[in-house]
């Protein structure tokens, strides 16, 4: 529908903003080049202290908007440790917090106009994903030794059926990381890939106030997905922390 | 198709994420433009900056942030006790004043009824005594009175005697009689007695 050659001027580089480039020079892309990437994730870094250190600095008794926003991200994800793994799974708070507050704030940063979205790359969802599994698989093994692997075996299913879930059980659970990355990096990479694409459309006049309604729609959609999936990110480490801390539930 | 830029651009709009999948997976080499994120090239780059970033931000949260935050409301939570205890304690004490001042106002309502009584009982007392005074007084006046209204008769009775017999004297007199004083008193005074 969209590049048909008889549409002539329409050209759609939907994916083009999720391009790796140096920002000095034209050189290729080794492993300690300065990239756009490095520059939203130092955006990143620097968007997240200032919301929650420089916010806090003056520490008041009654909170002002930007203290109060540090609070309640710093509730929120402690509400979440709290109701999902229990009491003992505050020890990984500021683990789970790093994550949360760096996808949240990568997500968001990603909505501005000209930016770059780090998390709707897979490479950065999987190492985050990965080392959650890493995390929560060691942490399994020395919390709980060899009983660890008891998860697997469910112990309320009949005794036929024991071996058949054994498997699904362990096929899942590796399954667990892939899952757990693509979701983020899909989600944002086809919410914005999406408004490039209605943006690609405005070029038409005749068509340009539709495109523009939906570039409306699909951010005010997009703000809601930007917090949701940190929110869906996190809230599955937490339930993947829980097995580790109680395997047998 | 999926050697040109142009082309590959056009499957990744119009058909999504899975056609830009398939035209990166169709032997796309790093510089190829179907999906970015699939350039493994630059996933050492990346993840390289990544874990920097994550490293960074973990000692931001776990160093300065949280501890702050958890000290703002702690804090807050004392606050927030020590003022219910003194709200608690307040009230309290204004039970207490509520008590006092009721006590208060039964002993002044008390008092002020002894004093009534008492204002009462004295009035009663002056009272009676002015009644009594002032019968006394009546009793003494009419006493008076009454001896002065029977002095009153008792000299009009004299005179009516004189005035009788000085009436008869004339009367017989001007019958042609000659008056003797003798008879005239005594004829006078058993008619007066009679």
Redo the contacts between chains.
């Keep these: 529908m969209a590049t048909e050659p008889s549409e002539g001027g329409l050209v759609f580089h939907p994916m083009d903003q999720f391009i790796v480039s140096p920002l000095f020079g034209d050189g290729a892309v080794s492993w300690y080049t300065p990239t756009n990437v490095t520059l939203w994730l130092a955006i990143t870094v620097g968007v997240i202290a200032l919301l929650l250190v420089r916010s806090t600095k003056e520490a008041r008794v009654v909170p002002g908007k930007a203290q109060s926003i540090a609070e309640l991200a710093y509730g929120f994800v402690y509400k979440m440790i709290v109701d999902v793994t229990g009491k003992d799974g505050i020890k990984y708070f500021p683990y789970i917090m790093t994550l949360f507050m760096f996808i949240v704030v990568a997500n968001f940063l990603g909505l501005l106009p000209m930016s770059f979205t780090t998390t709707s790359h897979i490479a950065v969802t999987a190492v985050l994903a990965v080392a959650v599994f890493v995390t929560v698989t060691v942490l399994g093994f020395v919390l709980n030794g060899v009983s660890f692997l008891g998860m697997f075996w469910v112990q309320s299913a009949p005794l036929p059926l024991r071996p058949i879930l054994a498997l699904i059980e362990v096929i899942s659970y590796f399954v667990r990381p892939v899952s757990h990355s693509i979701r983020l990096a899909g989600n944002m990479m086809a919410g914005h890939a999406v408004i490039k694409v209605f943006a690609g459309f405005a070029a038409i006049a005749a068509i340009s106030p539709l495109s523009i309604v939906a570039i409306t729609a699909m951010y005010g959609l997009e703000i809601l997905v930007c917090f949701i999936q940190a929110y869906v990110f996190t809230i599955l480490t937490c339930v993947y922390l829980r097995d580790a801390l109680h395997p047998h539930h | 198709m999926a050697n040109t830029t142009?082309a590959a651009?056009?499957a990744?709009?119009?058909h999504?994420?899975d056609a830009?999948h398939g035209a990166a997976a169709g032997g796309h080499g790093a510089e190829a433009?179907?999906?970015?994120?699939?350039?493994f090239?630059?996933?050492?780059?990346?993840?390289?900056?990544?874990?920097?970033?994550?490293v960074?931000?973990?000692f931001?949260?776990?160093k300065?942030?949280?501890p702050?935050?958890?000290?703002?409301?702690a804090?807050?939570q004392d606050?927030i006790t020590n003022d219910i205890a003194a709200a608690e304690e307040l009230k309290l004490k204004a039970h207490e004043a509520e008590a006092a001042y009721d006590k208060a106002l039964a002993d002044a309502r008390s008092e002020a009824m002894r004093i009534a009584n008492e204002t009462r009982a004295a009035m009663q007392a002056e009272l009676d005594e002015a009644i009594a005074k002032a019968d006394a007084d009546i009793g003494e006046r009419a006493a008076e009175s009454e001896k002065a209204i029977s002095e009153i008769r008792a000299s009009a009775m004299e005179s009516v005697e004189a005035v009788a017999k000085d009436t008869t004297g004339a009367l017989v007199a001007a019958l042609g009689g000659t008056a003797d004083e003798g008879r005239i008193n005594a004829a006078v005074d058993a008619r007066l007695k009679g």
């Design positions: 142009e651009h056009g990744a709009g119009s999504g994420a830009a433009a179907g999906m970015p994120q699939l350039e090239g630059t996933f050492p780059n990346q993840i390289f900056w990544l874990i920097v970033a994550l960074a931000i973990y931001i949260l776990s300065v942030a949280l702050r935050i958890a000290g703002i409301l804090d807050r606050a």
